[in-house]
């Protein structure tokens, strides 16, 4: 799998031991940081988000304070979906449920080795068309569609 990861100066110490972390995974083959000094966390996010809708890479993590604004700004590009996740529901769910592609946490929300076991499990995790999500999936796809 394919990673894209990035944060801006607020969520870079947290995102360097993530990249450290991802590299180290074997069901990793590649981990791109998007990351410069003076990024800021929309650019990251929209760099992150076309490279993932166009194909060039699998899924992505960002990180900032909260992970609420890098989520925001991800899911602005069409047909992505960025979701800020902190515990073992809202990270399952964010894959499983609505499938989405970039997982987005906060530097100052959460703990290094909490993250990484987070992390752990997202690698797994798949989302299933035929679940009750599924459906739901497909109708605010149809309105992005219509609304893009």
Not at 45 to 70: F, K, N, P
Not at 98 to 116: F, R, S, T
Request: hydrophobic share 45%; charged share 25%.
């Amino acid at each position: 799998m394919k990673i894209v990861v990035g944060a801006p100066a607020n969520g870079a110490a947290l995102k360097d031991e993530l990249v450290a972390h991802l590299r180290a995974d074997g069901r990793v083959s590649e981990v791109i940081d998007l990351s410069t000094d003076d990024i800021t966390y929309p650019d990251v996010s929209l760099r992150a988000a076309r490279e993932i809708a166009a194909g060039h890479a699998d899924r992505g993590i960002l990180v900032c304070g909260t992970g609420i604004g890098t989520a925001i700004v991800a899911s602005k590009v069409k047909g992505i979906r960025a979701a800020t996740a902190h515990d073992l529901i809202t990270v399952r769910g964010a894959v499983e449920n609505y499938d989405a592609q970039i997982l987005c946490m906060g530097q100052n929300v959460i703990a290094p080795a909490a993250v990484k076991a987070l992390v752990d499990l997202w690698l797994d995790l798949r989302h299933d068309p035929q679940s009750g999500y599924g459906e739901k999936l497909r109708e605010f796809e149809a309105y992005e569609e219509e609304n893009r």
